[in-house]
RNA sequence: GCUGCUGUAGCUCAGUGGUAGAGCGCAUCCUUGGUAAGGCUGAGGUCGAGAGUUCAAUUCUCUCCAGCAGCACCA
């Protein structure tokens, strides 16, 4: 009756075609049906899909196609996150214009992404530098602006030499350029700003309620916020001014023995205007690196200014004050007071400048005069050689001082925060033009920074644009910044920063849910969708991506035009794809060769071109240089999008990293097969029960949903191999038939082409895209029968087959009247019987 | 250094206070009109190490070891 092989190359495109022509994934907005929004983030289209994006959009599909099958109105949209500088790069590269090279990257992924078969409500796409979205964006950008969450300053920016722009501080790691890897440098410009310590307290708040979002992420973001909590106190110094400090742990106030400043500290920079000596010091620190093994070898270095600085609570006391070159100008005030006892760098830094290290805090069970081991003690205690303070706990001893500063009015309680204003500006042609426009001089006749007025947006990007050479074309534009002002009409430029690209994705999924022409989104709609069920993507937008949207999603909160505060209900942070890579030293050099040129055996790999062994290195990322990469097209041609889809989902635990390799693929294909063989297997004519068949059906399509909802796509697809084992090793039946046609729908959401075929090869009406999930019967997911483990002395040497629920005294009786039993007791006493209903019995002799 | 995650078959992973499992791989054999194959059978495990609780620990508790990831001179 059937095909004898299923032929992907046939059914993939027909049933995608089919899916497309009924609009069978278009979301609708007026359906009375509880709503499902899933959404995978969207991808960047720099030229083809990678197999980390097919294996997150797959789980998302899974999802997805299971909330339709339960009855959900599902919302699955897809997107493009299309500025930023790839494309100038390669403008530079080929001389292609930039959205050219963006139009048609993403002409190429949307149709792989459909090759994939994803079910994708395609009429909602859309690309961030479509100017309709970046236009609602600049709207956006100026009701912030009214709202005062946008301000301009003059500010100390990360310079990034190579890419010629500005990175916030996040893009800058271990001192480099996130994209570039150059230098970093330091330079003062005015740029825009959008107020997210506004939202600090709220942002950390709000990560308690985010019970479906990993532990990781939340503690990622949470460290990122950096709320503390202190005293802010002065010094008076011996020069006649007065040093503003921060510190934790105001109760050790008492072990203070000197104070330090950053290199960059005003303090600094005066003594060293004075002193060559401390000059060469500041440069020395600023020359000193940042990057994590100079920290961890970095040793303690600090300059003595002279200068002292009087002990608030004991007049008594001058410290001497240090430039340090491990104090930290951007944290708190940029000067710390030291207290070497109680605080591991300090305890260094006075060891090799010999210092006092003073005991102020006792350990339990220690003594006051107790000499340190040879490091600080941070923990808790009671305060010692504090004068008044002595005797009281840690947290009563903060309170305490605390308390007196205000009181005397030389510090206050005081709560900092690691959390920045976020700086949106970028010195880059590819991006959301800033809508502003530069009336006059700044010198205050003129009207200075005007918005662009609303009926005026969008404010697009020129197409004439020249990369010939480096920096910002919009910068260099023959007419498009000169324009007049939009107050005085007199002569004016136009704003020619455009947008971090982190902005365009803090609301995309707002427009995915409405996309009205005369407004971003429309309110009403966001509040059916949002928020969106379940969010997947990569950990590596733990904190930018994730904390940038959740600010976002509140800013518009607060100025009325939504109601949600937390965009993602549920995120989930899917693991990489890996692959093994293959090398060969020749020239002294490592050569790389991708997984196509090789031919790989059980214990060795060979290279096809000439037949030799090469090294089969780790299992790690796939990545260009190490040429550890498959091409998802390559494979869906090759196994259809079914086989590699089943890949995506099985073996690893979707949070893990997967191995991809060809003997899994293989064995993908090789179920698919198997699969479509056990479907054409379908019997209408077959009769008669099989309980136990009956039983592991249900029970397989109640742990399935289960599995899916909890997004444990490998065990789901563990139970679909064993409930083929099952089926195969039944005999032909009428429950046989009927766990054939369920396991079709079960398999649905995971390879869609396969199951539709299927279904209609057996006569289901309309597309199994549409049908619903099989009805679960409870009755059938208790066993009746349970086996029983009979243990002599806690050995296993009977097992018995008895009906569920047996009273303990039959049991008992049963399991001593086994010859097994007997033969192991070999008529020892028995001292204790131990019986457990359903589980075993256990007699110790 | 701090935090988190992970250690179960050759590989990738399920699982459980009471009989240790799946897929792939491997070995043997069968079929060659399911053939870019299909099937039978089998080998393979100190459940990371140690201690504790228990009649019974891979499972619970504690300590340690290893691997991975993130953060890191944040006062």
């Not at 075609?17 to 969207?42: I, N």
């Not at 104090?327 to 006892?341: E, H, I, R, S």
């Not at 902005?503 to 928020?531: C, G, H, I």
Request: charged content about 25%.
């Amino acid at each position: 009756m059937t095909d004898t092989r299923f032929d992907p190359s046939q059914a993939d495109g027909r049933w995608q075609r089919a899916w497309d022509e009924a609009g069978t994934f278009t979301a609708d907005t007026g359906s009375a049906k509880p709503k499902s929004y899933v959404l995978e983030m969207f991808p960047y289209p720099s030229g083809r899909i990678h197999i980390g994006h097919v294996r997150n959009y797959t789980m998302g599909d899974v999802l997805a196609r299971y909330k339709r099958m339960t009855g959900h109105e599902v919302l699955h949209p897809m997107g493009w996150d299309a500025f930023g500088m790839p494309a100038e790069n390669a403008a530079m590269e080929k001389n292609v214009h930039p959205g050219g090279w963006t139009r048609d990257n993403i002409a190429n992924m949307k149709a792989q992404l459909k090759r994939i078969g994803f079910a994708l409500d395609w009429t909602r796409e859309f690309a961030t530098c479509d100017p309709e979205y970046y236009g609602h964006e600049q709207a956006l950008f100026l009701d912030l602006y009214e709202a005062g969450l946008v301000y301009r300053k003059q500010a100390q920016v990360n310079w990034d030499p190579v890419d010629m722009t500005v990175l916030a501080n996040e893009q800058v790691i271990d001192g480099k350029g996130w994209r570039s890897g150059a230098e970093v440098e330091k330079r003062k410009l005015n740029q825009w700003f959008l107020k997210i310590t506004d939202f600090a307290d709220d942002l950390l708040d709000g990560l308690s309620d985010l019970e479906n979002w990993p532990e990781k992420v939340r503690l990622m973001q949470e460290n990122w916020i950096g709320k503390s909590r202190g005293l802010g106190f002065s010094f008076d110094l011996s020069n006649g001014e007065r040093l503003q400090v921060y510190s934790t742990r105001p109760d050790t106030i008492f072990g203070a023995s000197f104070v330090a400043v950053a290199a960059d500290h005003p303090l600094a920079r005066c003594v060293a205007e004075e002193s060559a000596e401390a000059q060469a010091f500041v440069d020395l620190c600023k020359r000193g690196g940042t990057t994590a093994a100079e920290i961890e070898a970095g040793e303690k270095l600090g300059f003595d200014t002279g200068i002292t600085a009087l002990h608030p609570m004991d007049k008594s006391r001058r410290l001497p004050v240090y430039i340090a070159n491990f104090v930290l100008m951007d944290y708190g005030t940029g000067a710390v007071m030291g207290v070497p006892g109680h605080d591991q760098r300090d305890f260094e830094f006075a060891t090799k400048y010999n210092l006092p290290v003073l005991r102020v805090v006792a350990a339990e069970g220690t003594d006051a005069d107790a000499p340190f081991a040879g490091e600080a003690e941070a923990g808790d205690g009671r305060i010692v050689n504090s004068g008044k303070l002595d005797g009281m706990s840690v947290d009563d001893a903060i309170r305490t001082v605390i308390n007196q500063a205000e009181a005397d009015g030389w510090g206050e309680g005081k709560t900092v925060w690691r959390l920045r204003d976020w700086g949106v500006s970028r010195q880059r042609y590819w991006g959301t033009p800033i809508p502003f426009i530069h009336c006059g001089d700044d010198s205050g006749d003129t009207c200075g920074v005007v918005p662009v007025p609303r009926d005026q947006l969008p404010v697009t990007l020129p197409e004439d644009v020249d990369f010939s050479v480096p920096g910002n074309p919009l910068e260099r534009h023959a007419t498009w910044k000169h324009v007049a002002c939009p107050q005085c009409g007199g002569e004016a430029m136009r704003e020619t920063d455009t947008l971090d690209t982190f902005v365009d994705s803090s609301w995309y999924f707002l427009r995915f849910a409405s996309q009205p022409d005369n407004r971003p989104f429309d309110p009403e709609e966001v509040a059916k969708w949002l928020p969106v069920e379940q969010y997947i993507g990569g950990v590596e937008h733990a904190i930018l991506h994730l904390l940038y949207a959740r600010f976002w999603t509140r800013a518009l909160n607060r100025i009325g035009m939504i109601d949600v505060k937390e965009p993602f209900a549920s995120l989930f942070t899917q693991g990489m794809v890996t692959h093994e890579t293959y090398s060969r030293m020749a020239g002294g050099k490592t050569v790389y060769y991708a997984p196509d040129e090789i031919s790989r055996e059980a214990k060795r790999a060979l290279l096809s071109a000439d037949g030799g062994e090469v090294e089969i290195g780790r299992v790690i990322k796939m990545s260009k240089s190490k040429k550890n990469v498959v091409d998802p097209d390559a494979i869906v041609a090759q196994y259809g999008a079914d086989a590699v889809r089943w890949f995506m989902l099985s073996d690893s635990p979707p949070e893990r990293d997967l191995p991809w390799s060809e003997a899994g693929i293989e064995g993908c294909w090789r179920f698919v097969q198997r699969a479509w063989r056990l479907f054409g297997q379908v019997d209408d004519d077959a009769t008669g029960e099989d309980k136990a068949l009956d039983r592991k059906t249900h029970q397989t399509t109640a742990a399935i949903a289960d599995d899916i909802e909890a997004l444990s796509f490998n065990k789901a697809v563990a139970r679909l191999y064993e409930l083929a084992g099952a089926i195969d090793k039944a005999a032909p039946s009428a429950s046989r038939t009927q766990a054939i046609r369920t396991m079709i729908r079960l398999v649905a959401p995971m390879m869609p082409h396969l199951a539709e075929e299927a279904w209609a090869m057996h006569g289901g009406e309309g597309l199994i895209a549409d049908a619903p999930w099989p009805k679960v019967d409870p009755a059938l997911l208790v066993e009746d029968e349970v086996t029983i483990a009979v243990q002599v002395k806690g050995k296993l040497r009977d097992t018995l087959t008895v009906a569920k629920g047996l009273a303990k005294e039959e049991l008992e009786a049963l399991a001593l009247a086994s010859d097994k039993v007997q033969r192991s007791l070999g008529g020892a006493e028995i001292r204790k019987v131990i019986v457990v209903p359903d589980r075993l019995v256990n007699i110790v002799a």
